[in-house]
């Protein structure tokens, strides 16, 4: 099979995606048949040969080799919404910027490469309601353009305060009865919604125990990226835009990366109004944050001419994205952003 993408699949995609753009509270009722056997293929040629495998033990070249004798049933069982999505196994591994770890899922090399077929499809739709605060798991919208959006708001808007707001294991917290929820304001084919009911529901293998998976999503496949942007998308991204931001007294910026977001304001007592909303709101789906107490500690003032009074116990840095950021004096009215890991500078400069 050839590895480039037929016009014919491009154009499936281009389709949806102007749909969705022109009819924003549409449900798409019919998806499951972009997910073909050429595009499963595709997928599969983009994941690195030396990938580590899932719980079958079957590498990438195995996995290619074999296409043929696995990919009907595959399919098959998509359309009869009785996919077997393999357990994943997980594995530990550092967290950027933290001393402790994380974990990660392995899925199987076939899953995996379904995984991304669904996610392509489903990204045409959600990438034209995403907002432009998100970034992470998204075309050309990367940690280097998180970080030169925050950049940009810190030296170019009014703003005095960042709120430091770290999610408490976010992926393994996410509610799967408020996940299909989200899903169904724009997904309306029972194939799709029963595919990922089943990628929530696998089974995790770790140190040779299964564990069953009541809540949460493995952080490592392709459909846990996308599926945890929509969840922050109507949890955190709309309810700031349109709930907060026009009851607040001064201009206020949210920047997301996946599940790591700061908050900037222009007034303290905005920010502290927002921190409690804030822990209410997310408790009311199933997240917390590291530091749920309402708490000025948790404040950073950017600029040195802010008022001592209010200045008390505040920090001048604070850490996006295993970055950390420290904010600097340009000209007498302009602030930028210095942002350093201790391997390699990172960030708008």
Same mark, same amino acid.
């Given at each position: ?7 014919? =699949?491009? !154009? ?6 102007? &749909?969705? +753009? ?51 049933? =595959? ?7 009785? *996919? ?26 076939? %899953? ?45 808007? /009014? ?29 309306? %084919?029972?194939?799709?919604?029963? #595919?990922?009911?089943?990628?929530? /529901? ?28 929509? *969840? ?5 991204? #709309?309810?700031?835009? +349109? ?16 599940? %790591? ?5 222009? *007034?303290?007592?905005? @920010? ?8 209410? $709101?997310?408790?009311?789906?199933? #997240? ?16 040195? %001419?802010?008022?001592?009074?209010? @200045?008390?116990?505040? $920090? ?11 904010? +600097?004096?340009?000209? /007498?009215? !302009? ?6 890991? &201790? ?7």
């Amino acid at each position: 099979m050839q590895r480039e993408e037929s016009p014919t =699949m491009t !154009t499936g995609l281009e389709r949806i995606a102007a &749909k969705a +753009r022109c009819e924003p509270k549409l449900r798409f009722t019919s998806l499951a048949h972009q997910i073909t056997k050429e595009r499963v293929w595709e997928n599969l040629c983009q994941i690195p040969t030396d990938s580590a495998p899932g719980v079958d033990g079957q590498t990438v070249p195995e996995a290619k080799e074999s296409f043929e004798v696995w990919i009907e049933a =595959m399919l098959q069982s998509v359309h009869r919404q009785g *996919y077997p999505a393999p357990n994943i196994r997980r594995v530990y591994i550092p967290k950027p910027g933290k001393q402790e770890k994380r974990p990660l899922g392995v899925p199987c090399v076939a %899953d995996r490469a379904l995984q991304r077929s669904a996610a392509q499809v489903l990204s045409a739709i959600y990438e034209q309601d995403f907002l432009s605060c998100s970034f992470g798991g998204r075309p050309g919208r990367g940690a280097h353009q998180a970080l030169a959006s925050l950049h940009e708001v810190i030296s170019g808007r /009014k703003v005095e305060w960042v709120l430091e707001a770290d999610l408490k294991n976010f992926f393994g917290s996410l509610s799967h009865e408020w996940m299909l929820r989200f899903v169904e304001h724009r997904v309306g %084919d029972r194939r799709l919604i029963s #595919l990922i009911r089943r990628w929530l /529901k696998a089974s995790i293998l770790e140190e040779g125990k299964l564990h069953a998976n009541e809540e949460g999503t493995p952080q490592g496949g392709s459909i846990s990226v996308l599926l945890s942007n929509v *969840y922050l998308h109507y949890v955190l991204d #709309l309810w700031f835009e +349109r709930v907060v931001k026009p009851r607040l007294r001064g201009e206020a910026y949210l920047v997301r990366y996946i599940d %790591d977001f700061v908050l900037c304001f222009q *007034y303290r007592a905005d @920010a502290l109004r927002v921190q409690k909303a804030l822990c209410q $709101r997310l408790g009311k789906f199933g #997240l917390s944050l590291d530091r749920p107490r309402p708490s000025s500690s948790n404040l950073v003032v950017l600029r040195s %001419d802010t008022r001592a009074s209010e @200045a008390v116990n505040a $920090r001048r840095r604070f850490t996006f994205w295993g970055s950390r950021c420290t904010a +600097r004096a340009i000209g /007498k009215a !302009t602030f930028g952003l210095g942002c350093g890991r &201790k391997s390699h500078a990172c960030g708008a400069r």
